[in-house]
C-alpha cells in the first residue's frame, strides 16, 4: 500500500479522509496528524458552542473510532515541524519520522493579530478553536471587548453575551458585515443585536490595549493584563477581555521552509497540487489563482477534487464558484451572496437595484442585463434557495421583474404554463 500522510485534522482534512477511503479504501496506508489534541470536529458550530446552544460531542464530526474503522492513524496534540522532501517524510515536534509516498498538507489558518501595543498581553485572546471557546466559556461574569465586526466577531459577541457578559464590539467600518451586507441590512443587524444588549462602537479603530501593573509585569518576566482598549479617537473602553475578530491569516510557514511556492498561502493548480508532485494542499492554506479561502463550501469542494486525484481517478478540476453566505445567530437570519452593490465590475454599466423593506423583512437584489447578480436578505430568508437558483444558473428575469421581490410564490418561472402564471397572479 501507499503511504499517505495527512497534516492537519480540520473540516477540510476530514472531508478528503471521507472522500478517499470511499473512492478507494485500500489504495494508502493513512497518517494523520493534527496539533490539537481532539478528534475531527465541526468548527463552523464553536459559535453555538460558545453560546450554550451545543456542547463538545455533538460538535464532534469524526471521533477516534471513525478513524480506527477505517485503519487510519491518527496522531494529535502534536504538529508536523518539518518537511524532507527530498527523503520524502515529516517530522513531528513529539519526535515522530513518518515517511509518505504523498502528502496532503491541510494545516488551515491562524487568527489574525492586532498590529498594535498590547496585544500579548494576558487577556486576549482569539475566538477561533475548541481551545478558545473553553477558555471563554470558563470567564466569569467580566467586561469583554471584541474587535472586528465581520461574522466571526459578531458570533462571538452575541454567544458572550448570552454568557453574561458586558459586550462592547468595535468595527472599524460604517456598518456591520460590510463585506456581506448594505448599509440598510447592516443598521438592521446592528439594531437587533443592540436589542439583545450588546453595545456598538463603529467607525473606531484600535489604537492599543492599555495593562494593569504592565511595567512591574515586564521586570517580573509577566506579560501584564489587560486593562482597557484605547481607539484611535480618543476613547477609552475598559476591559478585562479582548477578542480579536479580525479576520485569518493562511498558515503557509511549514510550506514555505520545506521549499514549496507560498505567496498569500501554499499555490496550488487545479488538481490541488503544489509544484512538487508528490505534495497537495487544501483548504485555509492554499491559495488558487491568486485566491485565499475561509468559508466551508469551496473547501470541500477542493477535497472531493484532490480525493479523485489522490485515488487516481484525476478527471476533476477544481475551479472557484461564488457561495451565499450566512450569519450563525440564533434568531437572527440572513444571506448574501454575490454582487450585491453592482459596483465589483467598475467601468460597466451597473445595473438596477430592487429593494423590499418591511418591518420583518429586507430584501435587496442586484440586476445586471435581466440576470440576478447578487441579493441580500434580512429577516425573513424563506426565499433564499429561489434567488439563490436564479443567481446561480444565471437565469433571465424578464418575466418575473414585476413580482421578483416578492418572492417563487407570486413569480412565473421559467417553463410555467400560461394557466399556471394565471393562477399565481389570481
Known amino acids: 500500500m501507499k503511504r499517505l500522510v495527512v497534516v492537519g485534522n480540520g473540516m477540510a482534512a476530514c472531508r478528503l479522509l471521507e472522500e478517499l477511503t470511499r473512492l478507494a479504501p485500500d489504495l494508502y496506508q493513512i497518517t494523520v496528524v493534527g496539533d490539537e489534541p481532539f478528534a475531527g470536529y465541526n468548527r463552523v ?15 464532534t464530526t469524526h471521533p477516534h473510532q471513525w478513524y480506527r474503522d477505517r485503519n487510519i492513524r491518527l496522531i494529535t496534540g502534536t504538529p508536523v515541524v518539518a518537511i524532507h522532501r527530498r527523503r520524502r517524510q515529516v517530522e513531528t515536534a513529539a519526535g515522530h519520522r513518518l515517511d509518505y509516498d504523498r502528502l496532503l498538507l491541510a494545516t488551515g489558518a491562524a487568527p489574525r493579530q492586532l498590529p498594535v501595543e498590547g496585544v500579548t498581553l494576558d487577556g486576549v485572546v482569539s475566538f477561533r478553536d475548541l481551545y478558545d471557546v473553553r477558555r471563554l466559556l470558563s470567564l466569569s461574569a467580566a467586561r469583554v471587548v471584541v474587535v472586528g465586526g465581520g461574522f466571526l466577531g459578531l458570533e462571538a459577541a452575541d454567544a458572550l453575551v448570552k454568557q453574561g457578559h458586558d459586550v462592547t464590539l468595535v468595527h472599524s467600518r460604517g456598518h456591520l458585515l460590510n463585506q456581506q451586507l448594505d448599509e440598510s441590512a447592516g443598521h438592521r443587524l446592528q439594531q437587533d443585536l443592540e436589542a439583545r444588549g450588546l453595545k456598538f462602537v463603529m467607525q473606531a479603530r484600535t489604537q492599543s490595549i492599555e495593562g494593569t501593573c504592565l511595567e512591574e509585569s515586564r521586570e517580573e518576566g509577566g506579560r501584564g493584563r489587560v486593562a482597557a482598549v484605547h481607539l484611535a479617537d480618543g476613547q477609552r473602553l475598559p476591559a478585562d477581555y479582548v477578542v480579536q475578530a479580525v479576520g485569518i491569516v493562511p498558515r503557509a510557514e511549514l510550506a514555505a521552509s520545506a521549499g514549496l511556492t507560498v505567496n498569500q ?14 505534495i497537495y ?40 464558484a461564488d457561495s451565499a453566505t450566512r450569519l450563525k445567530i440564533s434568531g437572527i437570519d440572513l444571506v448574501s451572496c454575490g454582487d450585491f452593490l453592482g459596483d465589483r465590475d467598475k467601468g460597466t454599466e451597473q445595473g438596477e437595484t430592487l429593494q423590499l423593506n418591511l418591518p420583518g423583512s429586507y430584501r435587496r437584489v442586484q440586476i445586471r442585463d435581466n440576470r440576478v447578480v447578487g441579493m441580500v436578505l434580512y429577516g425573513d430568508v424563506s426565499d433564499a434557495p429561489f434567488f439563490e437558483k436564479l443567481w446561480k444558473e444565471n437565469t433571465d428575469i424578464s418575466a418575473l421583474r414585476e413580482t421578483l421581490l416578492l418572492g417563487e410564490a407570486f ?7 400560461d394557466q399556471n402564471s394565471e393562477e399565481i397572479a389570481a
Open 265 to 278: 498561502g501554499v499555490r496550488v493548480d487545479d488538481t490541488l497540487q503544489t509544484f512538487d508532485p508528490a
Open 281 to 320: 494542499a487544501i483548504g485555509e492554506c492554499v491559495e488558487h489563482r491568486e485566491r485565499t479561502f475561509g468559508l466551508v463550501a469551496p473547501l470541500y469542494e477542493q477535497a472531493a477534487v484532490c480525493a479523485s486525484h489522490l485515488a487516481e481517478l484525476g478527471h476533476r478540476r477544481y475551479l472557484y
Open 411 to 417: 413569480c412565473k418561472r421559467p417553463g410555467d404554463s
Open 45 to 59: 458550530m464553536l459559535s453555538p458552542l460558545l453560546g450554550g446552544g451545543t456542547d463538545e460531542k455533538t460538535i
